[in-house]
């Protein structure tokens, strides 16, 4: 069973069944103005901060039929009443003679037709600007006219998303909504009591609406035993114009689309914006009122879309990675940087979430190759909530910059810190400074999170001294084997073992960050910074190769009382697959036990839907172990297909040279190579989940938790700069593929510091990894690394072999 299919020449995905198994959803704006569309017209809008300024309810707990956030009715006069249908599907699910929802970059367009009628409604935020518009041209395509009426609504929420379900009385008492009329045009005005002059939102359309609704109540009719699939004022000629003073507030206009002759069209524009006031901002959405202005912001949005992918594009021997890379891994890189782990469907954005520490600090390496400034202007907030020590807040609000704690707050027996969060700031800002070689950035203050009383920061530093700052917090919070201190976790936030656990993932991460930082004081001229770190490095390679080896594979934790997790001692959780492929990132791995390390990975955690992250699962709820037992075994984090630590097992595979291994790694997680497979794994196919349950689990392959996941900008480092190896380093682009010993080659275009390269590899001894030759503009060059030049196109040509 399949739901669609990719159009790479459009870079779209085609969804053609709206039935599909759960909601499959699109990103349109970023983080400033935006949220998702799903493939049934349902919108989850939020300005700035998803949990303390969001505009439209969805609730994704709903059954998949029901109304959420807005829809679009349609109707005409039929037997003495009023034939009422949504073309979007949802939510009056009238049968549609033809139904496809493309899903592109920044954009959706649904097209459906029912009844003899044609809709096409196209969904965006225009680059920059705080409103979605919604294009629609509704065609009569039966053979005689046809008069017919157009209803948008949407339903707001209060701005404080988790106060919208946990009151129901103080909530509606400031929910208020107003009608402006501006010539012949409504503006609907909504806004909770105490935002009035400073965030209102708006909603009006480019046609003169003839009638409104803002009160949900007696848009629905009959105190709400109407319902969202037959509104009972849609059967009225005209809608109530209530302007609501206290309850759930809705913006609901009736567009007249007059008597359209057969093959005839109408077209109208609705906005949903938010502002901070809507009288004052009327001569700006006005400008939308001629709908030749969407037409303007849509090819705007386009062109911004094909100069990020443009960036990087390759032409492999897989169809279904060259989608991936070049368009639909990007695009969820691009996804994640803003949303980290904030906003979807099933990371709710309600109440304590923001944005993550760890989390946003691995997106940013996901774009760096495309917007490098944006990842730096992202790294430099991460930076302003590490705190003087070094270790980082785990959490931020975008909105007010506050940090949290995560959930490490809630068990202040506990420590209080994420014993990895602050070195991944590391790795972000040394990958930024390979793309770009702006070294500048290392000299700019950023201030440490703690501040005095009147909110101002207690120090500032600059940027390279809070790189020295993290990996000297690990160095010094070390436990019984001189090991880094668990925290209250790693990576893993759902093993929270006592204090005094140390942990083997952050041993190996630290190792990672002292190599690239060690590599950059060598750049700077700085011998005695990188040497002294090279003695950091060295000690803590001495140690895990002393203790954490536990006789075919690394030990993943030591608990409190010094008793290893993660081996054959253990009866359940006996191998990790993080305890295996970061010894090998670190470069820890003596040669024989990375050989070992990652066979143990082969034999005992894949499977044909990927590496699990642990086997076997925790059979119950263990206190000792925390959040990972709550889950049954093969679920998420507990012996389940935890699909962010994948593309790290292929890296390591890369770095041993094994390219057939790392393909397979990467080929049987694509998820573009599983859209007909979809009944099983049933979340989208053109982005990747976060997990998908393992084999331990009967539902074995099911995925869920799709777009938000690291899984987005790992997977895009890992092929891009360790399976077609082209990688950015602060001497330049290195080129070191190591691939599928069948593949005779590839090709790749990548923009890098001002110039493109257009690179082509051949692989005439079908080896996987091993540069013999590369020459640059028709001249042989020494080694691998591709000259800087500023500008212009330069063409690559690398031999693999001996
Ligand atoms: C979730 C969290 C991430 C964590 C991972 C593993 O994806 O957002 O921070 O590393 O789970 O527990």
Redesign the pocket.
Same mark, same amino acid.
């Given at each position: 069973m399949t739901y669609g299919y990719f159009d790479d020449a459009h870079r779209e995905y085609v969804i053609t069944d709206p039935r599909t198994p759960v909601k499959w959803v699109n990103y349109v704006g970023t983080l400033d103005f935006g949220g998702l569309v799903d493939h049934t017209g349902g919108i989850l809008i939020c300005r700035d901060d998803p949990g303390l300024n969001r505009i439209t309810k969805y609730i994704p707990q709903l059954p998949a039929g029901d109304f959420r956030g807005g829809t679009l009715y349609l109707r005409f006069p039929e037997g003495g009443a009023y034939r009422v249908f949504s073309p979007f599907y949802v939510p009056t699910l009238d049968p549609l003679d033809r139904y496809e929802c493309h899903v592109g970059m920044g954009y959706t367009r649904i097209i459906s037709e029912c009844r003899g009628i044609r809709t096409e409604a196209t969904f965006f935020v225009p680059r920059g600007e705080d409103r979605l518009l919604t294009d629609v041209r509704v065609t009569n395509l039966r053979g005689e006219p046809l008069a017919l009426d157009a209803i948008p609504v949407v339903e707001y929420t209060h701005f404080d998303a988790l106060k919208q379900y946990t009151n129901a009385d103080w909530v509606p008492q400031t929910m208020q909504s107003r009608a402006i009329r501006d010539g012949d045009h409504t503006v609907l005005a909504q806004c909770a009591f105490m935002k009035r002059g400073a965030n209102e939102n708006y909603f009006t359309a480019s046609l003169p609406a003839a009638s409104f609704e803002t009160d949900r109540r007696p848009f629905l009719g009959a105190n709400e035993y109407g319902t969202w699939a037959r509104p009972l004022s849609l059967q009225e000629p005209a809608l109530g114009n209530h302007e609501a003073l206290r309850g759930d507030n809705i913006a609901a206009l009736l567009l007249p689309l007059g008597e359209l002759g057969p093959g005839e069209s109408a077209r109208f524009v609705t906005q949903l914006g938010q502002v901070a006031s809507v009288g004052a901002a009327l001569p700006d959405i006005r400008r939308y009122f001629d709908p030749a202005a969407a037409d303007a912001a849509l090819a705007d949005l386009n062109a911004t879309w094909r100069d990020y992918l443009d960036i990087f594009q390759v032409e492999t021997p897989d169809a279904s990675l060259n989608s991936m890379l070049n368009v639909f891994n990007p695009r969820q890189c691009h996804t994640t940087k803003n949303w980290s782990?904030y906003l979807s469907l099933y990371?709710l954005g309600l109440g304590s979430r923001g944005l993550?520490f760890? =989390?946003s600090s691995q997106d940013v390496m996901g774009v760096l190759a495309h917007i490098p400034e944006e990842g730096k202007a992202l790294l430099t907030k991460l930076l302003s909530v590490q705190k003087r020590d070094g270790s980082a807040m785990h959490q931020l609000y975008p909105l007010t910059m506050e940090g949290s704690m995560g959930d490490a707050g809630e068990m202040p027996d506990r420590p209080q810190y994420y014993s990895d969060d602050h070195l991944w700031a590391v790795l972000a800002a040394c990958a930024y400074l390979k793309e770009t070689g702006d070294f500048a950035f290392l000299e700019e203050e950023i201030p440490f999170y703690e501040k005095d009383g009147q909110d101002r920061p207690l120090e500032s530093s600059s940027v390279l001294e809070h790189l020295r700052r993290a990996v000297a917090f690990t160095r010094e919070n070390v436990g019984r084997h001189g090991l880094p201190l668990a925290g209250f976790?790693d990576?893993? =936030?759902?093993i929270n073992l006592a204090a005094g656990a140390e942990s083997l993932f952050t041993a190996n991460l630290y190792g990672r960050a002292l190599r690239d930082l060690i590599a950059l004081f060598e750049v700077l001229g700085d011998a005695i910074s990188a040497a002294a770190l090279e003695a950091d490095y060295a000690a803590m390679r001495e140690r895990v190769n002393a203790h954490a080896w536990d006789g075919a594979w690394y030990v993943r934790y030591f608990d409190a009382a010094g008793e290893p997790i993660g081996s054959r001692q253990n009866e359940k959780g006996q191998l990790f697959t993080n305890g295996q492929s970061w010894p090998v990132i670190s470069g820890f791995a003596t040669p024989e036990r990375a050989e070992q390390a990652l066979d143990a990975v082969y034999a005992y955690l894949n499977t044909p839907s990927g590496i699990k992250l642990s086997t076997p699962g925790y059979d119950g709820y263990n206190p000792a172990y925390g959040g990972v037992s709550t889950y049954p075994p093969g679920a998420k984090?507990n012996g389940g297909i935890?699909l962010?630590a994948n593309p790290w097992v292929i890296i390591a595979e890369t770095q041993l040279g094994h390219g057939d291994r790392a393909y397979q790694y990467y080929a049987q997680v694509n998820p573009a190579a599983r859209n007909t497979e979809i009944d099983r794994f049933e979340c989208e196919p053109y982005v990747y989940p976060?997990n998908i349950l393992g084999d331990e689990h009967p539902q074995f392959g099911l995925a869920r938790?799709s777009w938000?996941?690291?899984t987005a900008s790992w997977m895009y480092q890992a092929a891009t700069q360790y399976i077609l190896g082209i990688q950015p380093t602060y001497a330049g682009l290195r080129i070191d593929p190591c691939i599928p010993a069948a593949w005779e080659g590839f090709t790749a275009a990548r923009r890098f510091r001002g110039a493109t390269y257009r690179i082509t590899v051949r692989n005439p001894q079908g080896v996987s990894k091993g540069v013999a030759a590369v020459t640059v503009d028709g001249a042989p060059i020494k080694g691998n690394t591709l000259p800087i030049f500023a500008d212009g196109t330069h063409t690559v040509e690398v031999t693999l072999g001996e």
């Open positions: 782990r990371q993550g760890r =989390d976790a990576w893993n =936030d759902t984090e935890f962010h976060q938790n938000l996941s690291g």
